[in-house]
């Protein structure tokens, strides 16, 4: 038996279990068509609600969404981030602003009253469309890699895994076998959903299919790792996926998933540099802004050694156990 | 009085799991301080970036809460107690009201450590006395979510493929509801489409009866939620067949 046959295993099944796999499937990909969908859509710039009593006002900007209202907003509208800010006309080219914002916002708003209309905002969205999706799909690949991969720790727990791992085909082999699995699981629907966006959707989707393919194999790789060296750890499978979407959600945010760091926090900095989502982005902001691929070289050799530590480590650790006759 | 036996031992299978443990009270506040310090600069000088996180964190606890009766439910060695319950002299429909009840009260409890945490130690601002009718709001939305936990888990029959199905779900609507960012200020289409989470129904609420005294949306919620609880109870009551035990 070699790691094909393992992996013909466990995909059939997988298959087999038709409504656990279509559920799983379908919503990961409704997920991912909704966050692309959503990204493609973002505004950036800024909301202002224009406060006033004259009714010839007129704004015209690419940056600024501006509402001209003839009541005060309430504030949970600030609150909530409906509004950027609220600037009440007091007549006479004088103006109140009133916002939650940073003070480096308000003086953009400002600049933009007296009328310079391509005033930059330091906003959350600076990254491109390529970047964004990454980010968001990131999240959604780790939580679903580690749904699959957690059917390893089922088969810990129904004795399925001794019976595969005395047979000729071992442990090492029926691991890799299930990596596999994990991979393709992790790409082929992803990157459909990318293809599904590209050319029925008509969205924007930013890098090239070429570039897609490389980078989406990539974030696989990482995802498979991650959840191999998790569900080797693990015997208890509820547990398991309370702390995978603890750490999952934790470190998908700390790297910037969703928008840009602006943080000063120096030990945190530090922490989130270790990180390979932050190392994967790294990557795609650059691949976004046109480097040449030596840049990238460094951060690509750091994650595909840290990943591959990861899944040996957790080969190592399976094996062990079993030697110690643990299952 | 069988009933109270059954909840005690659920909620302490909640209570003695590490794992359930840090998601419910580690998890938030370790959310709340990393969102908190992404946006730090963003906010002005006076107005604390814990003030947004401080009502959007326990609504995702809230949101959580239906893994955490899947779990509590139909888990591996749970499900095999569930059978013994099941031949003794009680309602069968206690076991899955029980379920629900003991992840609410331990999700509940979560929140409001987390929330006192967020109070006193990052001081932030939940208004006056009002903010005890915004919890309100979010206990209730708490509430639902258990339920309707307990209703996968009857439809689905095993705790995998109900949490299979929520997880997603439930992150959708945690996003959507704007609790990593507010996801208001991107736009119209995105800003409508986010009405369709229940978290942004009671981020409204609450930033209402926080910011602006208002508490209009407060009532007719806690019915809707109620509503929904005691509907999926029913569903379970239809869907809950013994003989997926044997």
Redesign the interface.
């Known amino acids: 038996m070699n790691i094909f046959n393992v992996y013909k295993n466990v995909f059939e099944r997988s298959i087999n279990r038709k409504?656990?796999l279509i559920?799983?499937l379908g919503?990961?990909i409704?997920?991912m068509l909704?966050?692309i969908y959503?990204t493609s859509?973002?505004?950036i710039g800024?909301?202002i609600a224009f406060v006033t009593n004259s009714k010839n006002v007129n704004f015209k900007s690419s940056v600024v969404?501006v509402d001209v209202l003839h009541e005060k907003i309430?504030?949970?509208e600030l609150?909530?981030?409906?509004?950027?800010a609220e600037v009440i006309d007091e007549g006479r080219g004088k103006f109140k602003i009133e916002?939650?914002?940073?003070?480096k916002?308000?003086k953009a708003i400002q600049s933009f009253l007296i009328g310079d209309t391509n005033v930059k905002f330091?906003s959350?969205v600076k990254r491109g469309v390529g970047t964004n999706i990454l980010g968001f799909m990131i999240?959604?690949l780790f939580?679903q890699a580690f749904?699959f991969m957690?059917l390893f720790i089922?088969d810990k727990?129904n004795g399925t895994f001794k019976r595969i791992a005395t047979t000729p085909a071992g442990v090492i082999k029926y691991l890799m076998g299930y990596s596999l699995f994990n991979l393709t699981i992790n790409f082929v629907p992803s990157f459909l959903v990318l293809l599904i966006e590209k050319y029925i959707f008509k969205v924007n989707i930013g890098f090239s299919i070429g570039t897609y393919i490389c980078l989406l194999m990539l974030m696989s790789f990482m995802a498979t790792a991650y959840s191999l060296l998790l569900c080797s750890l693990s015997e208890?499978?509820?547990?398991?996926?309370?702390?995978s979407?603890?750490i999952v959600?934790?470190t998908s945010?700390?790297s910037?998933n969703?928008?840009n760091?602006?943080?000063?926090?120096y030990i945190?900095n530090n922490i989130i540099k270790v990180l390979p989502q932050k190392n994967y982005l790294d990557i795609a902001v650059n691949i976004e802004n046109g480097k040449a691929f030596s840049d990238s070289l460094a951060k690509l050799t750091y994650i595909i050694v840290f990943n591959l530590l990861l899944f040996v480590i957790g080969i190592m650790f399976t094996q062990r156990r079993f030697k110690k006759g643990k299952y | 009085m069988n009933f109270f036996i059954l909840l005690k031992r659920d909620l302490k299978n909640l209570a003695f799991?590490?794992?359930?443990v840090?998601?419910e009270i580690?998890?938030p506040i370790?959310?709340a301080l990393?969102?908190g310090?992404?946006n730090?600069?963003?906010?002005?000088?006076g107005?604390s970036p814990y003030?947004?996180y401080a009502i959007t964190i326990p609504i995702f606890s809230a949101l959580y809460a239906s893994t955490l009766t899947a779990?509590n439910f139909m888990?591996?060695q749970i499900k095999d107690t569930n059978l013994r319950v099941i031949y003794s002299p009680i309602r069968l429909s206690y076991i899955y009201i029980s379920k629900t009840i003991a992840s609410f009260l331990f999700t509940s409890f979560g929140i409001i450590v987390s929330s006192l945490y967020f109070k006193f130690i990052l001081k932030t601002n939940y208004g006056g006395f009002n903010a005890i009718y915004a919890f309100i709001v979010i206990l209730a939305t708490c509430f639902m979510f258990s339920s309707l936990g307990a209703m996968m888990c009857c439809i689905?029959k095993s705790?995998?493929?109900a949490?299979?199905?929520q997880?997603?779900?439930i992150?959708?609507f945690v996003?959507l509801g704007?609790v990593?960012?507010?996801?208001?200020?991107?736009?119209k289409?995105?800003?409508s489409?986010s009405w369709i989470s229940p978290a942004k129904w009671t981020?409204?609420a609450a930033?209402?009866i926080?910011?602006?005294n208002?508490l209009s949306m407060m009532m007719p919620l806690i019915l809707i939620y109620m509503a929904v609880a005691v509907g999926s109870l029913i569903i379970c009551r239809l869907t809950f067949k013994v003989e997926d035990y044997v």
């Open positions: 409504f656990y559920f799983s919503s990961t409704v997920a909704l966050a959503f859509k973002l505004s800024a909301n969404q309430k504030e949970s609150f909530s981030g409906k509004y950027d916002t939650f914002k940073s003070d916002f308000k330091d959350t999240m959604f939580i749904l957690s089922e727990q208890n499978h509820d547990n398991c996926s309370m702390y979407t603890t959600i934790a945010l700390l910037g969703f928008y760091i602006n943080g000063k926090n945190l | 799991n590490p794992g359930y840090i998601f580690g998890l370790l959310l990393i969102l310090y992404l730090g600069s963003s906010y002005r000088t107005f003030n947004y779990n888990e591996r689905f705790e995998e493929a949490n299979k199905v997880s997603i779900f992150n959708i996003f704007g990593y960012f507010p996801t208001e200020g991107f736009g289409v995105i800003s489409l981020f409204e930033s209402r926080i910011y602006d208002d």
